[in-house]
């Protein structure tokens, strides 16, 4: 008995050392960025309904988005590539939405990102981590992964259920919805702390091709819906701006 208690004595303290050294180097280096997401002016809610341009109200019970392929530009010029960054953010989970970069966190002037998976990942076989097939985030080898998904209830969404679902997808030629976002950096910030990134809901239905509920509660292949929707959400970030 007193033997397995030296063991243990022994054991402990090593993992305790490995769990907080880990939470220490995850929260005070690289560059932090936060995903705030908002509907319009106000901050967004499960538990809230919304307007969208067409004057259709909604209420949001998932959200998800792939935001990968990185690139950091400084106010010195330089600029920092960060290959095979793969980020899930999923709008019900908080944790998913603060992310950190392995580069520096000062001077920051631009912060460029990919909206979606890049056509090698599509076509690269079996992927692992927030790219793995069983995260929901996949349909075959053929349509590839869903780059971005959005599920509500509206009355005006003929489906069961009044529900309403967007599984936006597509990578190949004529059914490409990744979409590069590019967010200058304008004001000061603290380097401890992220850069808040805004993305507003309302943009998947308000934008250059307004999209109906009712004419439109689901999408769930690659096609011209499929852009169109996605050429309406690639304007939902912005960098939050503080006085």
């Known amino acids: 008995m007193r033997r397995w208690l030296i063991i243990i004595a022994l054991i402990v303290p090593t993992a305790l050392y490995s769990v907080n050294r880990y939470k220490t180097v995850n929260a005070t280096q690289g560059l932090g960025l936060n995903f705030i997401p908002v509907v319009g002016d106000k901050m967004f809610s499960f538990d809230s309904s919304y307007i ?48 950190r970069l392995p580069v520096p966190a000062n001077d920051v002037s631009a912060i460029d990102f990919l909206l979606g998976v890049d056509s090698a990942k599509n076509t690269g076989g079996i992927q692992r981590g927030v790219l793995d097939p069983a995260r929901g985030m996949f349909w075959t080898w053929n349509t590839g992964y869903v780059m971005a998904k959005m599920e509500g209830v509206s009355s005006v969404a003929n489906m069961p259920g009044h529900k ?45 091709l307004p999209i109906s509920i009712a ?29």
């Open 215 to 243: 004419a439109h509660p689901s999408c769930h292949s690659p096609g011209q819906l499929a852009r169109q929707i996605s050429g309406n959400y690639q304007y939902m970030f912005g960098i939050k701006q503080y006085p």
């Open 164 to 208: 309403f679902s967007y599984h936006i997808g597509g990578y190949s030629k004529g059914q490409q919805v990744t979409k590069s976002i590019s967010l200058p950096v304008t004001s000061k910030f603290n380097d401890e702390k992220p850069i808040d990134i805004t993305a507003d809901l309302l943009r998947w239905f308000n934008g250059p």
């Open 52 to 99: 969208n341009q067409t004057g259709e109200t909604f209420t949001i019970t998932k959200c998800l988005f792939y935001v990968s392929n990185f690139s950091i530009t400084y106010k010195t010029g330089k600029r920092i590539r960060i290959p095979n960054s793969y980020f899930l953010i999923d709008l019900s989970d908080p944790l998913s939405c603060l992310i």
